[in-house]
């Protein structure tokens, strides 16, 4: 790794629970030899990337980041930050890979691809999407959203469709997939498809959107199998995109299971 590598490598040891860092505890994280680290925030600190308290003289992130992340946000288009990841996911998957972010109570297509031989194929509109309950990037979103979100787009949906939501299925739902850290249908929207989804995260760690695969059921996925391919990529997803993942869902990834109930004391 090359000395700026390094250097920039310090950047990622802060995060929203550890906002600030002293000179002590950015050795204690990165490994490094004293000299080195104090030589890596200084620089960094010349650069704008990081500023330094002049009581504490903790470190934390610096403008230069909140400047280069507004310019990204404006000049780059949010599929590009993502294409070539859901493209490596559909090679590996064989099948139909989608991106898509929450627009009140929408679904809209940020990047999708679909790099396969296969005769049968899932049918896709991109400016069609349907709605959050049918889908499972929808339910995926509602899992991770607020109480009074779910509320508000069950409302949403009802008023606009027409269609009375059971709130008490809805809630089994969440519940699942929160548990699971990835959700999934089969042959809700239409008969012989199904799909997987996992939640993509703002930089407050909020869900924003999902990323999804869809598949004629008979093809005989394992929605396990295929929530374990999404979640490989979870986290660069979200991070492209300007993201963190929080703690939960890292721990839920990561061990394949919800996380342990704490007891209260």
């Known amino acids: 790794m090359s000395t700026i590598a390094k250097a920039l490598h310090l950047l990622d040891l802060f ?23 104090h030589r890596h925030l200084v620089a960094l600190a010349d650069a704008g990337f990081l500023e330094q308290d002049a009581g504490t003289r903790a470190y934390r992130l610096g403008h230069a980041l909140t400047r280069l992340a507004a310019m990204r946000a404006r000049t780059v288009d949010a599929g590009d930050m993502v294409s070539s990841v859901v493209e490596t996911i559909a090679q590996q998957a064989g099948e139909l890979v989608h991106l898509s972010q929450l627009r009140g109570f929408d679904l809209v297509s940020i990047c999708y691809a679909e790099q396969h031989d296969h005769p049968v194929r899932v049918s896709f509109d991109a400016n069609s999407l349907p709605p959050l309950f049918d889908t499972s990037s929808g339910k995926v979103i509602l899992a991770f959203s607020s109480e009074a979100f779910v509320k508000a787009a069950t409302a949403d949906h009802s008023a606009r469709r027409g269609v009375q939501v059971q709130m008490d299925a809805v809630q089994q739902d969440v519940l699942s997939v929160r548990q699971a850290g990835f959700a999934k249908t089969r042959d809700v929207l239409e008969q012989g498809v199904s799909s997987v989804a996992i939640p993509v995260f703002d930089a407050q760690g909020s869900v924003s959107g999902a990323c999804s695969i869809a598949f004629p059921t008979a093809r005989g996925h394992k929605p396990e199998d ?35 109930e704490r007891s209260e004391t």
Not at 246 to 252: G, Q
């Open 15 to 37: 995060t929203p629970a550890r906002p600030a860092l002293g000179l002590g505890e950015v050795q204690r994280l990165a490994g490094r030899d004293k000299a080195t680290v």
């Open 226 to 260: 295929i929530a374990a391919l999404l979640v490989a990529h979870g986290f660069d997803l979200t991070a492209r995109l300007g993201g963190i993942v929080p703690a939960n869902i890292t721990y839920i990834w990561n061990n394949g299971h919800r996380e342990p």
